[in-house]
């Protein structure tokens, strides 16, 4: 099974990406993860995107608050899926990392997330790896149900909460 790639801008992330890691685990998809800035270790994360793919990865996750530019410069240094999460932080307390990290430039695709959405980043690139991974395909299958089961139990107990 190919690896996920998981990369932050700053260990400040590290609470989402947690999260991310959590369902990763979830699934027994391998990951690394990393510390790379796209303004303070440029260099260390072009490297990173542009051996990625021959080190076995077959996604990579980046996260990043604020200005958020990690995702582009991996994108533009791999042809591998990656998927943006922004982070929290800042002036506009994530909203900014969201319009940075969802307005790439065409050519250069960034599939984005919810601001702190490191478990949908993980599921995204679990989805993504299952193309080609049918046990993979079917422990997303499993969860589907099981989270539909989970919704359909409270739905039949919420007449009984809203007696009381």
Sequence with gaps: MKKVGIVMG???DLPVVKK???TLRSFDIPFETHVYSAHRTPEEARDFALSAREKGFGVI???A???AHLAGAIAA???LPVIGVPCKGGAMDGLDALLSTVEMPSGIPVATVAIGGGSNAALLAAQILAIEDA???GKLRKKREED???V???DAGIEARLED
Excluded: Q, V, W, Y
């Design 10 to 12: 700053s260990d400040s």
């Design 20 to 22: 991310a890691a959590a």
């Design 61 to 63: 996750i980046a996260f």
């Design 65 to 67: 608050g604020m200005a």
């Design 77 to 79: 240094n791999t042809t």
């Design 135 to 137: 046990e993979l395909a």
């Design 148 to 150: 539909r089961k989970t």
């Design 152 to 154: 359909l139990e409270k």
